[in-house]
């Protein structure tokens, strides 16, 4: 018998007890209908008994961290956990219309707007949102989840012992997630500052409120270790399932090392030479090369191929649609399938004024487009302004309203023009190598290559060049924080950070420097306190 | 078809009846005052064939031969038997019985008479439920009884009722009072066609309730459906039609008025842009841009009135038939019903069919069987489902009236045909496009034996069932643009299976120890188990709307699938004693111990005792005789019950499957789901109730008061979890704190005319509740519940009641006056935006700005007979209440996206600063809306609930046609509303409408409700 039985019967006597009477019953019935009693008394005790052995037991309809998850598909699937909340990076968001994580990021740099009201852009645009604006509790909550499952990765996988598991995938499915934490921290800390450390799953309900931790011991506790942890590993240098591989570790690495250097961290300039070196080992061994045209980019054949080192996946089969595709379409233009056509984000007449003259990127179709025939008659919509073009599918415009697009996260360009900044700042000037990658991405934009420069104007080259190339990939307001100068598209000049003025005749400051926390989760979590300005 | 069945019975069973030999008739009246007894049973001695009296005291019989012997029988009185030799006809004076027999309760695992009870419990009869038509026992317990608390939150056909005894005792666990209908515990009372119900009992404090332990916190509402008689059979016959109709009116803008607010708001966007851009619509409302809409000189075509348009009166009808007998050894009954319930709103409707046959049977001196099973298919049409989403309620308020509601080529007329709008399809379209579709059937009953062994002892073993399934068939056509049309229509089924079952075994021992003393014991065990499974099955893309849901393969993208399964389990021992003591004192004493599945090991057992204890004061010799106190009695009782409706699993961790794409497929992925909390364990409620109970002038004038006090401990909550655990479900269950209800219950009856012609009786219901929490975990930190529509709307907080609203505080608009305009501009406003209390650092001030529970709740309510004519009514009283008209955020802070209340015209301009309401612009430069102040609205009322006019035909016309009883009536429900709220009803809660299900939170939250309509019946009740 149970443990849970002996109470059960003890109880049982106690309420006879408490009743006093049991005995009485008994003598009164035996004159009665003895053989009845008896043989019900009997059927309900053999009940009462049957029911103890495991009647109270609970047999959950989902894995528990009792269930048998030792094989090699529960450690794939363990490390795909990790990659679900990539798609955070572009969710959408709660209560708004055409609202979306992307949108937040493209909204703060003054360089974008917005045909929507519920889009909450004009907060952004006059830098007058708080705690309780859009966007912010989005991407806490997507980059945590993303957190969380990576935790449960790396505690649980190294606990699976089969047969099909070798050592190494093993080590290389570690490699991918503590990559994909260090991410999803990389995001967090960028953005928010100081925030929780958590890097085991919390199991205890009564002890989930963290404090912050500061931003730079963030980065030497987790996402750094992370990342040389996982550039051990034997991870290819591609990986065309989209899934982490040695190219995403360097191109991770050399973009936390330069912003690790940079302003918000100043984690000292012996960081430079550590990013320059992961971009060159890119550059040199990855075997990524530069697609000859820019809508390559937009061609779904082309996912996680060519230029293309780290992606979110999308697959409009599945579906799992890639939703920039829509939201950047031009509001009520009438040249797509989609019933919504939002123009949640579009760049500013200053923006596309920056770009030298006879750069291939705002030719029409390139970047941006300006018209587009009608989906209803065919005869050509011209847009009030130009709209993005470089999330545009053409077939799930025209076709399927489904893009199966994926979003970049890292592409070569990126990590060119990385190498080129964090070699300039290790060595004191531009070395050929940076030149050369300078001038490839100006090459494709059919711009002349520039000539020796010094390293401030170097700099400021490569810093240009990356808002031309990498715009509307959501690069553009971490360079700005990371570097705290600010291209003044109508000056020409490059701005302190704080005491820039966009053209929406706002001006960043040190509030500006962090997103404030999300209010609901300081509601829950006091220990978040004082929130950022 | 249904109508067609109950016809035909009809004329069988008339058939039967007029197979008769000679008739006898008379009267039967009160010996006492000569007034006629209605209701009387009147047989042929040594025959079955029998009839009862009507309302006039008149019968009409067949007898087989002139030598017959009647009987005439009735509660309360001593039965006469006459011969009827030589009589033509018999009139009977029928005396009372010196102690009447009194009235009989229904307990738990038993019955007691009214008098011998320690515990407050209220009992509601067939009658006094079914005098509106109502499509559940829910909405007919509204304003019934003191210290129940039911509010009707939606008016689609066929929506249950939030019901809460004695106030919110619990957080999110589960709040509703538990419902055991014939024995069967846990039963869904939705379901149940309410016409089958011959009582309903209120079990409210801890002395009637413990006996049900783990499930009673909430208190217990015993069901008990109609069972057969013994006496001649009697078949009763009810049609009720009705008419509903919009009783009130949101006013919004017309399309002059909208037309004007759109062009101003754009010209304000100047205002407001900071960039200097020129602010122009999508397209200007002019006949170039919009030929179909506009004249020539631009004046609109059409001026369309929504609500006008959507809400069309309904109508509505139901016809139940019931027919009890047995004989004295066999008793059966048999009952059909038929209800077509349906909406204001388009297509909206609620059907259900009801079958229910009962048995009871002494087949030995010793041993009784019987059972009861009742089969109900219903189905019930939704057109509002997603609070928040483009459903009927929503688009009936923001659509423009510039559209009409088809365009003269037959095609619908939507907000998207208007660039710039955001895109709701017309309301009337939504109704027949996009619909859900709630089918449920259920099967519930029970077999029984009782088996005799003295007098005195008896055991009773009763296996009860509940299965049932609910099927809901959704489909939303690939024609409705922003709803469904990107998928190419959507099509889906949910469907949830229930199965519960229950095993029941008690002893009682009624046990008289001499002459002043006895006593009634009962102990008894149960098992119990409840299972449900679930299947979801969705897919989109279809070539056309032609097939919905009824062949989900021809969707090309099969867009979801998955299943679920849930069990728990109780296993309980459960023992009472009654002590009476000379007819004067009263005890009682229950206990129960029980186990259950949902909690975690260690925490599964729990013991729930109470005593209570009752002294009749009228029965001690000084009072025994008095003329002005026919009855009193105190009451005092004290105990322990639990509460475990939580969900199944909440102590396991889960680590849920989730999708991810790789290498462009689908990829299976582990999160963390859920955080258990293996330390999850029961919510006791303690509860103390004193009563007293008080008969004046031979009980012309009986009240009863009933003060209560519930302290309810180890709340569970849902507690939000911070989102930077990682987990999917960003909550866990938790036991959390300590919340306190006390409050008084009145009810009040007085007959104040009794005379043969003239009958007049009123009784007053109140109940004035106060809540609190005292207690909560971590500190007393306040807890954030949820929902969080534009900002945190309820905070849990020590010192506020449960439902205490939380937001910001708008003092009105800022004026163009230079402090104004510099406040404004700290906060990156202008004058003409909305003013708010701050901070001393700036940051919005947040604070308790409301409760959504009422300070007290009465109900008047009145019923007159003047001889063949009877008409009642009851008002409702709800007061010290607010409701947070959430609605206005859409449709008065967003201009030029949609439509608007019309209070936009009281909007902020230089000449009319003293205002609450912000400056028009256009939607771009929209200033961020708060849950605040201004939508916390006063929500107390007045409601006229129902008023009845009702004829009864008098016997001798209907002797011909074997009609015993023919009563014909007229009513209206919801008659008025007197309300400073500027929704359409201030009882209302839209953000939680899942079928049968309600927490603690939410109530009193309204974003766009269908309207409550008012209701014009007519019913026929005809008794053979």
Known sequence: MEPGCTSWILKLNVMKTMKGNAEKYLNHIKCIKMKNFKNILLVSCLLLVCSCKKFLNENPPFYTPESNLSSEKAAQALANGGYQNLTGLIAGQNGSYGGNTWNLMEFMTGKASSDLGQTGYVNFQTLNYGPTSFYFDTWWTQLYLGVGAANLAIQQIPKINSPDLSDEEKTNLLAEVHTLRALYYFYLVRMYGAVPEITELQTDPDNLLVGRTDAKKIYDDVIIPDLLLAEKSTLPWKDATGKVSMGAVKAILADVYLTYAGAAINGGSAAYAESAKRSLELLTQGGYTLFPEYTDMINPANKNQGEFIFQVQFAASIPATNPLTQLTIPNYAGISKYADEYGSVFPTQQFLASYEAGDKRVNEKQFFYSSYPSISDGTTKTFPHPYIYKWFDVNAVTVTAKSDLNYTIYRLPDVMLMYAEASNEAEGGPNQTAIDNLNAVRSRAQLDPVGNLGKDAFEQAVWLERYHELCFENKMWFDMLRTRKVHNDVTGNWDNFIGHTTVFGATFTQKQLLFPIPQHEVDINPKLLPNNP | ?1024
């Not at chain 2, 509903?244 to 002059?256: F, G, Q």
């Not at chain 2, 019903?337 to 909206?348: F, M």
């Not at chain 2, 049409?381 to 559209?403: A, F, K, Q, Y």
Request: charged fraction near 20%.
């Open chain 2, 1 to 1024: 078809m249904m109508k067609h069945f109950i016809y035909s019975i009809f004329f069988v069973l008339l058939s039967l009846q007029s197979m008769a030999q000679s008739k006898m008739t008379g009267t039967v009246t009160d010996a006492k005052d000569n007034s006629p007894l209605p209701g009387v049973t009147v047989m042929v001695k040594g025959a079955q064939a029998g009839t009862q009296t009507d309302i006039n005291g008149k019968y009409s019989i067949n007898i087989p031969d002139a030598n017959a012997v009647l009987v005439f029988t009735f509660l309360g009185y001593t039965t006469q038997e006459v011969s009827t030799t030589g009589k033509t006809t018999v009139d009977v004076k029928l005396a009372a019985q010196a102690k009447a027999i009194e009235e009989v309760v229904v307990i738990g695992y038993g019955t007691a008479k009214r008098s011998d009870l320690t515990g407050s419990v209220a009992t509601l009869k067939s009658e006094q439920l079914n005098d509106k038509p109502v499509p559940n026992i829910t909405q007919a317990l509204e304003g019934k009884v003191a210290g129940v608390e039911v509010n009707v939150n939606s008016s689609a056909p066929g929506a249950p009722a939030k019901v809460r005894i004695r106030g919110v005792g619990s957080l999110n666990s589960n709040t509703d009072p538990i419902y055991v209908v014939d024995g069967v515990v846990g039963v869904d009372p939705n379901t149940l066609n309410p016409n089958d119900i011959a009582s309903i009992e209120v079990l409210k404090d801890a002395s009637a309730t413990a006996i049900y332990g783990v499930r009673g916190a909430n208190g217990v509402i015993m069901v008990t459906t109609k069972r057969g008689r013994s006496g001649p059979a009697q078949i009763s016959y009810e049609f009720n039609g009705n008419v509903s109709e919009l009783s009130r009116h949101i006013k919004t803008l017309d399309a002059k008025q909208f037309v004007q607010v759109y062009n101003q708001a754009f010209e304000n966007g100047q205002k407001f842009a900071t960039d200097g851009a020129v602010q122009t619509p999508a397209k200007a409302l002019n006949h170039t841009n919009f030929p179909l809409l506009f004249d020539a000189n631009d004046n609109p075509l059409y001026n369309t009135n929504w609500e006008k348009e959507t809400y069309k009166p309904a109508f509505s009808q139901s016809h139940q038939l019931n027919i009890q007998g047995g004989t004295d050894k066999s008793l059966y009954s048999v009952s059909l019903g038929y209800l077509n319930q349906k909406g204001l709103a388009p297509t909206s409707a609620f059907q259900r069919y009801s079958i229910k046959t009962t048995m009871d049977n002494d087949v030995k001196d010793w041993l009784k069987v019987g059972g009861s099973i009742s089969l109900i298919a219903s189905r019930q049409r939704m057109v509002s489902d997603g609070n928040g989403g483009l459903n009927v309620p929503r688009d009936v308020i923001e659509e423009v009236p510039i559209l009409p509601v088809k365009y003269p080529d037959g095609s619908w007329a939507n907000n998207y045909d208007i660039d710039g709008l955001e895109g709701a399809p017309n309301p009337i379209n939504v109704a027949n496009n996009r619909f859900g579709i709630n089918n449920t059937t259920q099967m519930v009953g029970n077999v029984y034996a009782t088996i005799k062994f003295s007098d005195e002892l008896d055991f009773k073993s009763d296996f009860g069932f509940d299965l049932n399934t609910l099927k809901n068939n959704f489909y939303s056509s690939l024609s409705l643009q922003h709803l469904s049309a990107d998928q190419g229509g959507i099509a889906n089924i949910n469907e949830y299976s229930n199965w519960y079952w229950q095993s029941e075994n008690y002893l009682t021992w009624n046990k008289k120890v001499n002459d002043k003393q006895k006593f009634t014991a009962l102990l008894g065990f149960t098992l119990s188990k409840q299972s449900s499974e679930n299947v979801f099955v969705e897919t989109q893309n279809f070539i056309s709307d032609a097939l919905t849901y009824n062949h989900l393969s021809s969707g090309s993208v099969r867009s979801g699938a998955d299943s679920g399964f849930g069990a728990n389990q109780l296993n309980s021992v459960y023992g009472r004693i009654s002590y009476n003591i000379d007819e004067k004192y009263l005890f009682t004493a229950t206990g129960r111990f029980d186990g259950a599945s949902r909690f975690g090991e260690g925490n599964k057992f729990s013991f729930f005792p109470s005593v209570g204890a009752a002294w009749r004061v009228s029965q001690e010799d000084f009072l025994k005789d008095n003329n002005t106190i026919s009855n009193l009695k105190i009451r005092a009782s004290i105990g322990v019950t639990g509460n475990q409706e939580i969900g199944n699993y909440r102590t396991q961790t889960s680590y849920q499957t989730g999708q991810t794409v790789l290498n462009n497929a689908a990829a299976i992925s582990l999160l963390p789901g859920y955080i258990g909390n293996p330390d999850l364990k029961w919510e006791r409620t303690t509860q103390a109730d004193a009563g007293l109970e008080l008969g004046l002038l031979k009980d012309r004038i009986n009240l009863e008061l009933d003060y209560y006090n519930r302290t309810t401990n180890d709340l569970l909550l849902q507690t939000p979890i911070p989102w930077s655990a990682g987990y999917v479900t960003p909550n866990v269950y938790k036991n959390v704190g300590q919340v306190k209800n006390s409050g008084i219950e009145l009810n009040l009856t007085t007959v104040n005319i009794k005379n043969k012609n003239f009958n007049w009786t009123t009784t007053f219901l109140a109940t004035f509740n106060k809540n609190k929490v005292t207690k909560l975990a971590n500190g007393n930190a306040d807890i954030f519940p949820g929902p969080n529509f534009l900002g945190e709307n309820y905070v849990v907080r020590v010192g506020e009641p449960i439902g205490a609203f939380y937001g910001m505080t708008r003092v009105g608009t800022y004026s163009d006056s230079p402090e104004d305009v510099a406040e404004a501009a700290s906060h990156g406003l202008k004058p003409g935006d909305r003013k708010y209390i701050y901070n001393a650092d700036g940051s919005p001030y947040y604070s308790v700005i409301g409760h959504a529970y009422p300070d007290w709740t009465g109900t008047f309510s009145s019923s007159m007979r003047y001889k063949n004519w009877d008409f009642s009514f009851d008002i409702r009283f709800v007061e010290g209440v607010n409701t947070a008209a959430n609605f206005k955020h859409s449709s008065e802070d967003r201009q030029t996206i949609s439509n608007s209340l019309a209070t936009v015209l009281d909007g902020w301009t230089p000449t009319h600063q003293d205002t609450y309401i912000s400056q028009v612009r256009n939607y771009k430069y929209a200033q961020d809306s708060h849950f605040d102040s201004w939508w916390v609205e006063d929500g107390s009322f007045i409601r006229g609930q129902n008023f009845i006019l009702g004829y009864s035909f008098p016997a001798d016309n209907l002797k011909k046609m074997s009609i015993n009883r023919l009563r014909i009536y007229a009513s209206v429900q919801n008659l008025f509303l007197i309300t400073k709220y500027t929704g359409y009803d201030p009882e209302v809660d839209t953000f939680n409408q899942g079928f049968g299900y309600a927490s603690s939170f939410s109530q009193g939250l309204d974003f766009f409700s269908v309207p409550r309509p008012r209701v014009w019946n007519l019913g026929v009740q005809v008794g053979f």
